[in-house]
């Protein structure tokens, strides 16, 4: 439901990039395996995953620098099998940039339009219009040596975006920088994003990223797409451990299956007890087991004589300071593994002795069920 | 032990004297007894005169194999920078089997017998038909001159970011177009240096000249002819001279071109900024 509001709010559902049972092998090894994904016009989707999981291998043959095994992909409705790179409705901003170091800015920005044979003005206008973009007005006669790495960074960006593409391909843009400028970057990309209109496709490793920029994430591993679904569904609805665990800390909770129907499960855990959760779409039991989870944020300590409606008792087993918030390793009975907790440390977290016993307040909807 | 540390800055630093002076004394005599106004090399020199460098321009055997000379160095120079650019391309930007194979066999000229490596040529060009003329000392020059231009163009060529040239095709640009706006320009240093350090050799190799030469001499056979007389030897030391100073100039300038190309190819990319 959330997506479809979603989407309807950016642009009409219409594909933009369909990529079918595409594989790519070498040798015996499959850096893609049968991946298949429909990326909507205006969205930003990322590629998510760690180093290895195929989301660059997919980028490059999106763009044009690496070709399928087999399975097709087309872009705005056209199929792209043995359209080279040159005549691709693509534009990349390579992880290194690859800005030309012997031409300066502005020749850089409007290498791809010499090609176009625009008349000089025009030319100059759509030059200036890109660095404008990317605020980097009044630099274009710098030499590309020049610059420090965010202004690399932004000029990669004119060079691409200069050339309106229907997709913009962003191989870890923002790998390089430093993290401040990182983060300045993630909201900028967006806001660039959302007033060009274009459909971003872009590849990281960094979940933060992914989740702070996208309308939509598919989670890669080992060539596959574990999930694609909006930042919050991922993060809160992971399909499987492997996802649960890429997206940040995740405590899992061994569980057995007392009852499963259309949307929902029941669930007997030992240390949180009999727990009734929805039933994740692509939930497929295997065996009699589940495994049960809960986000360390999503457990508070519940302070004196406060109560929750649902709640664990355990003892504090140790203490990690983060400065804003404080990192509990809370042991409860009966749990094999104790819990993590993250508190914020505005109500003295950070000062709760290891050793303390302690009770934890969490929301049913925070229980996220996962096959096994 | 203490003592012996104590002493070993000392022995080196004299050894490291010794060494250099074991290998440019000989050539610092060129020059000294260019100017000598005496036909025998012998100290103390008995005057000083630049009459045998004055001499030089009227001798027309001088004039002509200067020329031969130009020619074969700039035409091995061109010749050898071309195959090179295509080898040193094919092993820096591509994977494949037999390719370490093939660079050592590039580079093999480098360490075998030039006499040899002469002799076989002979054979091979006579073999051939083909008659012996400057032609055939081109093709001799450029079969030593290809492993230097290989190691001017792979460190050229070397870290060549790739993402470079795929941007410029990102950027709609052909691979030919590419090749002319980007690849070209960032490598066109290493490439002069690779035409001045061919012409260099060319300009000052002999054994393979001497045998595939018909009757035209380039610079050292002319050389090597005029010490059969004894009165020509100053002006063979003053054309010594000259021909020193101007392959140490090439040589230098050269370097300083490679050094800029292997600098220029590393891609500064966000990550050093």
Redesign the interface.
């Known amino acids: 439901m959330l997506e479809r509001i979603q989407s309807e709010r950016t642009q009409p559902d219409r594909t933009m990039i369909e990529i079918r049972d595409v594989t790519r092998s070498y040798g015996a090894f499959k850096a893609l395996d049968n991946a298949s994904l429909s990326i909507r016009e205006g969205e930003f989707f990322s590629l998510l995953g760690p180093s290895g999981c195929g989301k660059t291998t997919l980028l490059r043959m999106i ?3 690496d070709t399928p095994t087999s399975g097709s992909i087309a872009v705005d409705g056209q199929p792209m099998d043995g359209i ?4 691709r409705p ?3 901003v ?9 031409l300066n800015v502005e020749q850089n920005v409007a ?2 339009l010499r ?2 044979r625009l008349d000089a003005g025009e030319e100059k206008r759509r030059v200036e219009e890109a660095l404008a973009q990317v605020s980097l007005t009044g630099l274009g006669k710098r030499r ?2 020049e ?4 202004q ?2 932004r000029v990669a960006l004119a ?2 975006l200069v ?1 309106r593409p229907k997709v913009l391909l962003l191989d870890e843009p923002l790998s ?2 430093d993290k401040k400028l990182r983060e300045q970057m993630q909201v900028e990309l967006r806001r660039l994003q959302q007033a060009v209109g274009i459909t971003f496709v872009l590849v990281t490793h960094d979940q933060y990223e992914a989740l702070a920029m996208s309308d939509r994430i598919a989670v890669m591993f080992g060539g596959r797409i574990a999930q694609v679904a909006s930042p919050k569904e991922i993060y809160q609805r992971p399909v499987n451990r492997q996802v649960a665990d890429f997206l940040g800390g995740m405590n899992f909770v061994k569980a057995e299956i007392v009852e499963e129907n259309g949307a929902s499960l029941v669930l007997d855990t030992l240390g949180f007890g009999r727990v009734k959760t929805d039933k994740p779409k692509a939930f497929v039991r295997n065996g009699g087991n589940a495994t049960l989870g809960i986000r360390p944020e999503r457990l508070r300590v519940l302070w004196d004589n406060a109560t929750a409606k649902f709640e664990v008792a355990g003892k504090v087993v140790e203490r990690h300071y983060f400065g804003e918030i404080t990192h509990l390793i809370v042991e409860i009975p009966g749990l094999e593994k104790p819990l993590s907790v993250t508190e914020t440390n505005d109500f003295g977290a950070d000062d709760i002795p290891v050793g303390t016993s302690i009770r934890l307040g969490y929301d049913p909807e925070a229980l996220v069920a996962m096959a096994d | 032990m203490t003592a012996i540390r104590r002493f070993l800055p000392g022995w080196l630093s004299s050894y490291a004297v010794l060494y250099l002076l074991f290998l440019y004394l000989p050539v610092i005599f060129l020059p000294i007894f260019s100017i000598n106004t005496a036909a025998t090399p012998k100290f103390p020199l008995s005057g000083v005169t630049l009459h045998w460098y004055e001499d030089l321009p009227r001798t027309p055997a001088l004039i002509d194999a200067t020329w031969n000379s130009l020619i074969v160095g700039v035409s091995a120079a061109i010749l050898s920078t071309v195959l090179g650019i295509l080898a040193a391309r094919s092993i820096t930007r591509y994977r494949y089997p037999g390719r370490r194979p093939i660079n050592g066999l590039i580079m093999a000229p480098l360490v075998l017998p030039e006499v040899i490596v002469a002799i076989s040529m002979l054979l091979v060009m006579l073999q051939l038909g083909l008659s012996l003329s400057l032609f055939t000392v081109v093709l001799g020059h450029v079969l030593v001159c290809i492993p230097y231009s290989m190691t001017v163009l792979t460190s050229g060529f070397e870290g060549f970011d790739r993402s470079l040239e795929e941007a410029s095709a990102d950027l709609g640009e052909s691979a030919f177009g590419t090749f002319r706006r980007v690849t070209l320009p960032m490598v066109a240093p290493a490439i002069i240096s690779s035409l001045l350090v061919c012409f260099t050799i060319s300009l000052d190799e002999f054994i393979i000249a001497f045998f595939l030469t018909g009757t035209e001499a380039t610079l050292p056979i002319y050389i090597w002819g005029q010490l059969r007389f004894a009165a020509k030897l100053p002006g063979v030391l003053a054309l010594g001279t000259l021909l020193l100073f101007a392959s140490f100039l090439l040589m230098t300038v050269a370097e300083i071109l490679r050094r800029r190309a292997a600098r220029r190819t590393q891609n500064e990319g966000g990550l050093y900024a």
Do not use: C, K, V
């Open positions: 763009a044009g620098f080279p790179a040159n005549r693509t534009n990349m390579f992880q290194s940039y690859a800005i030309f170091p012997h290498y791809g090609r176009l590309a040596t610059l420090s790495g965010g690399r960074q060079r691409a050339m390089a920088l």
